[in-house]
Nanobody
Framework: VQLQASGGGLVQAGGSLRLSCAAS????????MGWFRQAPGKEREFVAA????????TYADSVKGRFTISRDNAENTVYLLMNSLKPEDTAVFYC??????????????????????WGQGTLVTVSS
């Protein structure tokens, strides 16, 4: 499985961006999908995740109410809509896939080690 993240860029504080992650292969609809980010000098952290069916989502407290994760299984793509961006959101954003997602029903994992496949990352820079 290959994941290709895109949509990053430079935006002013208060602005919006939409990240996309396109997946190869036929099993996308069985994967839970997550977005993580890593700021310079910091650990990779969880941002948002969506279950394989799209029925369940979960968010980090720092982005709740500002970011929205969604997916289109027909297009093998997961999205992250980011509104009201802040300078502290500056990071490389990664999408990831949990190939065992469809074996459970419920909120997807927030733990990076639970995810099997990772994209290359897309840089989001928020200027003040």
């Amino acid at each position: 499985v290959q994941l290709q993240a895109s949509g990053g860029g430079l935006v002013q504080a208060g602005g919006s961006l939409r990240l996309s992650c396109a997946a190869s292969g036929r099993a996308f609809s069985s994967y839970d999908m997550g977005w993580f980010r890593q700021a310079p000098g910091k650990e990779r952290e969880f941002v948002a995740a969506i279950s394989w069916s799209g029925s369940y989502t979960t968010y980090a407290d720092s982005v709740k109410g500002r970011f929205t994760i969604s997916r289109d299984n027909a297009e093998n793509t997961v999205y992250l809509l980011m509104n009201s961006l802040k300078p502290e959101d500056t990071a490389v954003f990664y999408c990831a896939a949990d190939r065992l997602g469809s074996r459970t029903i419920g909120v997807p994992s927030t733990i990076p080690s639970k995810y099997d496949y990772w994209g290359q990352g897309t840089l989001v820079t928020v200027s003040s």
